[in-house]
C-alpha cells in the first residue's frame, strides 16, 4: 500500500509521469498497477479485474490459528478437530468471495469537494452506488498520508464517501491515486481497487500569519480615512441587504421577531480599498499571494468593500462570500 | 458519515457497542461453558466475576483496573491454576489457564486487536473440547460455535456501527453455510497422517475402562457404569450368549493384595492351535486411554496396526485417546501351549510367603486329595457352589486378609474377588493359574446389527494351565452364580444391587430410546469418529484413490468443483426482489380474502382500499393509510427502503374483526 503514493505526492498538480523515471521493484510495481488502472474519468466502475484481494494481517493470524489447530487434529487423530479445522478454512474462502463482492460492481463518483487553504486538508466527496441491489458496508479510502471514515451502501441505495488528502500547496489539487479498500465481513481478507479519478479539488493560497500591515500602508483607499476604526460609533439601523457582513446584523432585534436589520455605524459604510499586486513590489511571488490572501480574508471579515488587482486580472471591488471565493480563487491559480 | 470516535480517557474506552460487547461476553461463555464442568470452581467463578466486570466498564462505566493490579490478577491466577493441577502444561492445565488469560484479557481490549485475540481464542477453546468428548452433541456446539464467534467477527470488521446485530449474525449463518461443502471434501479427501506428530501429555482425568492391574473392588467400582466399551459388528453370527469372553489384559504377579501384569511384555505371542471355524468382526472402541485392545478369546492374529502381547492380549502401539475401529478373527475352540517349560510353569505358581495362611491350607487339602490340576480346578469350583457364596456389586469388607475373608467369613463378592482368589487358591494347591480381565456378555443392539458391550460387563476370570491341555478358562464367579455368563450382571445379582439402567434386564421405554440413539451414535462414530488413515485408505481404494497421489488430485478436483459452486452462489447476481410494496400490497389482498372481501377484477388499489375502508369500519384509519403509502410508493415513485418496511409492517399488524358490514358487501358468502 505504501507504494501508491510514490507518483503523486501531494504538491503535484498531474499524476502523470512521474514514477516513469524510477528504478527498482517498487518503481516497477507502480507502473504495472498504472498500466492496469488505465485512464479513469470521473466515475469509475470497480469491474472484477479492478479488485485486488489479500489477507490482512488478522486473516495471517487467522491462517497460523487454523494450521495450529490442523497439527493439533493430526496430532491426537481427533475427527471434530478435523472438521472445525476445515470448517474454518471453508469459512474463511466463503469470506474472502464475500470481501470480494463487497467492493465488485460498485460505481464512485466524483461529488465535489469545498475549497480548502494550503496546509489544511482537502475532503473530496464520492457518491458509491451500484446497481445490484446489494448492501455494501464499511467501505474506506486508504492513501498514504491522508484517508477517511468508512461509509455503507445500502442494498439500493448510495453512500457518500469522504476522501481526505492533504492539500500542502495552492492550485488545482487531484486526489492522486488511492485505494478504496474493505475487510467486510469478517477482516480477514482485505479487497480494495486503485482508483485515480479525474477530480479535482480547489486550494486557497495559505493567508500570511501573524501581524500584518494592512493594505492601506501600501496604498490609499479610494474614499481616504482611517480603516478599521469607523464601525464603532454606532448611528442607526437600515433593512438589512444582502452581503451585509453578519457582525453588523441586529440579531437582537430579530429575536424580538422584528424583520432583519443592519446596524450602521459612522465612520461611513464599508470602505472601499484595492488589493494591489503591484503594490507589493520588492517581495517575492508566493509572499505576495500569503499577503494578498490574507488582506481578502481580513477585509471579508470586517465587512468591507475589496478589490482585487493581479497582474492579468482585475475584480471590481464588491464584498461577500461569492467575491470572496472569486478572488481567492484568482489567487491560487496565479500561475507559480 | 460517522467518524470514529475516540475518548482519550486513559480507561478502556474501546471501540466496541455496548451492545456488540455484550454479545462478545455471552459468546464467549457459551463457548467456555462445557469447560465449566472441569474447571475448579473458583476459577469458574473467577471468571465469570470478569466477565461481569467488563460488561459493567461498558454498559454501567464502571472503571477497568488500571495496569498494576491486573498484572497482580494474573499472576495469582496462574498462581491458582499451577496449584490447583500441580502444572501449567498439561491439557486441563492449559485450557484452565488459557480460560483464565482470556477473561483476564476482557479487560484489557482497548484496539480492535485485542478484540480478535478474544475470538480466536474462543475459536480454540471449541476445539481443546473435543479433546473430551466427540459425541452428536459436540458436533453441534462446533456449528454453533464457529456461527457466534463468526457473527461476533462480522459485527467487530462492521466499523461503521454495530447496531444491526442479527443481520450480523445471519450473515455469519451464510458463511458457515458456505463453508460447509469444502468442510465436508477436505475431511474426506484431505490426506491424513497417522498421529501422533509429538507426545501427548497425559491424561489426568480419569477414563472409565479396566485398570493395569487387578485389586478387589475395581471391577466392581467398573461395573456401576453403564457407559459404552465398544461395539461390534460380526460378519456372521455372534456367539452365543455364554460365550462372549472378550479377553483383554492379562495378570500373572501377585503381591498378597493385587494381581499385576508380568514384568516382561514385549515377548512373541505363542501360537494357539485353532479348531473349528473362526468369528470374524469389527470392533470400534472407546478411548480409555490404555495400550490394550480387547478380542473375543481367543484372538488368534495380531490387530491391525498392532500386535499381541505374550499373554495373548491384543495390544495397539499408542494409548486409545480416540475411537478406534479395528478388524479381529477369533477361535472359540482352542489349545493354547499344551506344552510349557518347566521353568515357565513355575512363573504361574509364584505366591508371595505367608499371604493368606487359611486359604493355603484349604488349596493344600485340594492338592492331597486329587489326582492332577483338572481335579483340583473341579473341587475348588464346588468349593464355591457349594458353601453359600454370593455375587454381589457391594460386598462387605473382607477385612485385612482379603482372601480368607472372603472365602471363610463374608462370603460374598464380586467377579474380581473371586477371580483373584480362585487363581490364588490354584496356585497354592500347585496348578499354574493367572487372572484375565476383559468383558463378559454383550447386547445386540435393537436393529440386531451390531453389539455393545458395557463397563458393566466388566469381568475377571481365570487361566488354568493343565498338562496335556494347555491352558484353560475357568470361570470362577459362574459357580457361585450360574447366570452371569448368560443373563449378564442385571440378571445375576439381585434387585437392590447398583446396576446401571442399561444393563439391566427388564425392558423400559427409556432404555429402548437410548438403544435407538445408540444406533445414531454409532453410524456417527462408525463414519466421522472413526475415519482416520486406515479407513480413508480403506474407502478411498473403493474408488481407486486409495494412493497419496490420486488422493491429492481428487481433492484439487473436488475442491475446484466446490469452490467454484460456492463462487457462483455468492457472486452471481440474483434476480432483483419483487417491489416490497407490491409484495405489502398482497398480502393485503390475501388477507382481505380470507375475511371474505375479494379485489374486483380491474378494480384499482384506490378503489379496492377505498372499499375495503368501508367493509371494515374497524380498521378504516389502517387500510386507507395502508392504501395511501402503497399508492405513493407505487406511483409517484417515493424513495427510501424505510417507507416500504413501515407499509409491509403495518399490513403484518392489521387486524381484520369481521363486522355487521362485511355481509352486505356481497362476496362475504364466499369466505372460508
Known amino acids: 500500500m505504501r507504494t501508491e503514493a510514490r507518483g503523486v505526492s501531494g504538491g503535484e498538480r498531474a499524476a502523470t509521469g512521474a514514477a516513469g523515471r524510477l528504478r527498482g521493484p517498487r518503481a516497477a510495481l507502480d507502473r504495472w498497477i498504472r498500466r492496469r488502472m488505465g485512464r479513469q474519468g470521473r466515475t469509475v466502475r470497480l469491474d472484477y479485474p479492478r479488485i485486488y484481494i489479500l489477507p490482512s494481517r488478522a486473516g495471517v493470524g487467522f491462517g497460523a490459528l487454523v494450521a495450529v489447530m490442523g497439527l493439533g487434529s493430526v496430532n491426537y487423530g481427533n475427527s471434530l478437530g478435523f472438521l472445525l479445522t476445515f470448517l474454518l478454512v471453508g469459512v474463511a474462502f466463503a469470506a474472502m468471495l464475500h470481501t470480494f463482492r463487497n467492493l465488485a460492481g460498485l460505481e464512485v463518483a466524483g461529488a465535489g469537494c469545498d475549497p480548502v487553504f494550503a496546509g489544511g486538508v482537502a475532503r473530496f466527496r464520492a457518491r458509491l452506488g451500484d446497481r445490484s441491489g446489494r448492501d455494501r458496508w464499511a467501505l474506506a479510502p486508504a492513501r498514504a498520508g491522508g484517508a477517511g471514515p468508512p461509509a455503507d451502501v445500502p442494498g439500493g441505495g448510495s453512500g457518500l464517501l469522504t476522501l481526505e488528502v492533504p492539500a500542502p500547496s495552492r492550485g488545482w489539487l487531484r486526489p492522486g491515486r488511492f485505494a478504496l479498500a474493505t475487510a467486510f465481513p469478517t477482516g480477514l481478507f482485505r479487497a480494495w481497487s486503485w482508483l485515480d479519478p479525474d477530480w479535482a479539488c480547489l486550494v486557497y493560497p495559505r493567508p500570511e500569519s501573524g501581524a500584518v500591515p494592512g493594505p492601506e500602508a501600501f496604498i490609499a483607499s479610494e474614499r481616504g480615512g482611517r480603516f478599521g476604526e469607523g464601525d464603532e460609533d454606532f448611528r442607526g439601523l437600515r433593512r438589512y441587504q444582502a452581503g451585509d457582513p453578519p457582525r453588523h446584523l441586529a440579531w437582537r432585534l430579530l429575536a424580538r421577531g422584528q424583520e432583519l436589520h443592519t446596524k450602521q455605524f459612522a465612520g461611513r459604510a464599508p470602505s472601499r480599498v484595492w488589493l494591489d499586486w503591484a503594490a507589493l513590489a520588492g517581495m517575492d511571488a508566493e509572499a505576495r499571494i500569503a499577503r494578498l490572501t490574507r488582506w481578502v480574508l481580513d477585509a471579508e471579515r470586517a465587512g468591507r468593500i475589496y478589490g482585487l488587482r493581479l497582474p492579468d486580472t482585475e475584480i471590481p471591488p464588491d464584498q461577500g462570500p461569492g467575491h470572496r471565493h472569486r478572488c481567492l480563487e484568482a489567487l491560487a491559480l496565479l500561475p507559480a | ?672
Open chain 2, 1 to 672: 458519515m460517522t467518524a470514529p470516535a475516540s475518548s482519550g480517557s486513559g480507561a478502556v474506552r474501546d471501540s466496541l457497542p455496548p451492545r456488540t460487547l455484550t454479545a462478545l461476553l455471552l459468546a464467549l461463555a457459551a463457548v467456555a461453558a462445557p469447560h465449566a464442568a472441569r474447571l475448579p470452581l473458583w476459577l469458574t467463578a473467577a471468571v465469570l466475576a470478569l466477565g461481569l466486570w467488563r460488561a459493567a466498564i461498558a454498559w454501567r462505566g464502571w472503571p477497568a483496573p488500571p495496569r498494576w493490579p491486573r498484572l497482580l490478577l494474573t499472576a495469582a491466577l496462574a498462581a491458582g491454576v499451577a496449584a490447583a493441577y500441580g502444572t501449567l502444561v498439561g491439557l486441563d492445565a492449559g485450557v484452565a489457564l488459557a480460560t483464565a488469560m482470556g477473561a483476564l484479557k476482557l479487560l484489557e481490549m482497548r484496539r480492535r486487536r485485542d478484540t480478535l485475540v478474544l475470538i480466536y481464542l474462543g475459536y480454540f477453546l471449541v476445539i481443546t473440547q473435543f479433546l473430551y468428548t466427540q459425541a452428536i452433541p459436540a458436533a453441534l456446539y462446533l456449528l454453533a460455535g464457529v456461527w457466534a464467534l463468526t457473527a461476533l467477527l462480522v459485527a467487530v470488521t462492521r466499523e461503521t456501527g454495530g447496531d444491526r446485530p442479527w443481520r450480523h449474525a445471519r450473515l455469519a449463518a451464510v458463511l458457515v453455510a458456505q463453508g460447509l461443502p469444502l468442510m465436508i471434501i477436505l475431511f474426506v479427501l484431505f490426506p491424513r497422517v497417522p498421529g501422533p506428530l509429538w507426545g501427548l501429555p497425559d491424561r489426568t482425568s480419569a477414563v472409565t475402562g479396566l485398570d493395569d492391574q487387578l485389586s478387589p473392588g475395581a471391577i466392581s467400582r467398573l461395573s456401576r457404569s453403564g457407559a459404552v466399551a465398544f461395539r461390534v459388528e460380526f460378519r456372521g453370527d455372534p456367539p452365543p450368549a455364554g460365550k462372549r469372553y472378550w479377553r483383554g489384559p492379562v495378570f500373572t504377579r501377585y503381591d498378597g493384595r493385587s494381581w499385576n501384569p508380568p514384568r516382561h511384555r514385549r515377548g512373541p505371542a505363542p501360537a494357539p492351535r485353532t479348531r473349528g471355524p473362526a468369528v470374524a468382526y469389527t470392533v470400534m472402541l472407546e478411548p480409555h486411554d490404555r495400550r490394550w485392545l480387547f478380542a473375543l478369546d481367543l484372538p488368534a492374529e495380531a490387530p491391525p496396526q498392532g500386535r499381541l502381547g505374550p499373554n495373548l492380549t491384543p495390544l495397539a502401539r499408542e494409548p486409545v485417546r480416540q475411537l478406534r475401529r479395528y478388524r479381529m478373527r477369533s477361535y472359540p475352540d482352542f489349545r493354547l501351549q499344551p506344552e510349557l517349560p518347566a521353568e515357565r510353569r513355575r512363573r504361574y505358581l509364584r505366591l508371595p510367603d505367608g499371604a493368606h495362611p487359611r486359604a493355603r491350607e484349604l488349596a493344600a487339602t485340594w492338592q492331597r486329595r486329587s489326582g492332577d490340576g483338572a481335579a483340583v480346578v473341579r473341587r475348588g469350583l464346588a468349593y464355591l457352589r457349594a458353601n453359600g457364596f454370593r455375587y454381589t456389586l457391594t460386598p462387605p469388607d473382607p477385612g485385612r486378609d482379603w482372601v480368607d475373608g472372603l472365602l471363610f467369613d463374608t462370603r460374598a463378592g464380586f467377579c474380581g474377588h473371586y477371580a483373584g482368589a480362585f487363581a490364588f487358591l490354584m496356585r497354592a494347591a500347585g496348578v499354574p493359574a493367572r487372572v484375565v480381565t476383559g468383558y463378559l456378555g454383550g447386547a445386540m443392539s435393537p436393529g440386531g446389527d451390531y453389539m455393545i458391550v458395557r463397563q458393566s460387563d466388566a469381568h475377571a476370570w481365570v487361566e488354568v494351565w493343565l498338562a496335556g491341555r494347555g491352558w484353560v478358562r475357568v470361570d470362577p464367579t459362574t459357580a457361585v452364580s450360574p447366570a452371569r455368563a448368560e443373563e449378564g450382571l442385571g440378571g445375576s445379582v439381585s434387585a437392590g444391587e447398583p446396576v446401571p439402567m442399561m444393563a439391566r434386564p427388564e425392558r423400559s421405554w427409556l432404555k429402548t430410546a437410548r438403544l435407538r440413539l445408540d444406533a445414531l451414535d454409532t453410524a456417527w462414530n462408525r463414519w466421522v469418529l472413526a475415519y482416520g488413515p486406515e479407513l480413508q485408505k480403506r474407502l478411498l481404494g473403493r474408488f481407486g484413490l486409495g494412493e497419496w497421489p490420486r488422493m491429492v488430485m481428487a481433492l484439487a478436483v473436488a475442491l475446484a468443483a466446490a469452490g467454484g459452486g460456492v463462487t457462483a452462489w455468492v457472486l452471481v447476481r440474483r434476480r432483483p426482489r419483487r417491489d416490497a410494496a407490491a409484495a405489502a400490497f398482497e398480502r393485503l389482498e390475501r388477507k382481505l380474502a380470507r375475511a371474505g372481501l375479494r379485489r374486483a377484477p380491474g378494480e384499482g388499489p384506490r378503489d379496492f382500499g377505498g372499499r375495503a375502508a368501508d367493509a371494515f369500519p374497524g380498521q378504516r384509519e389502517d387500510l386507507l393509510a395502508i392504501r395511501d403509502a402503497y399508492l405513493r410508493l407505487r406511483y409517484e415513485g417515493a424513495a427510501g427502503a424505510g417507507e416500504a418496511a413501515r407499509l409491509r409492517r403495518r399490513v403484518a399488524r392489521l387486524r381484520l374483526r369481521p363486522t355487521p358490514t362485511r355481509r352486505q358487501e356481497g362476496d362475504g358468502d364466499r369466505a372460508g
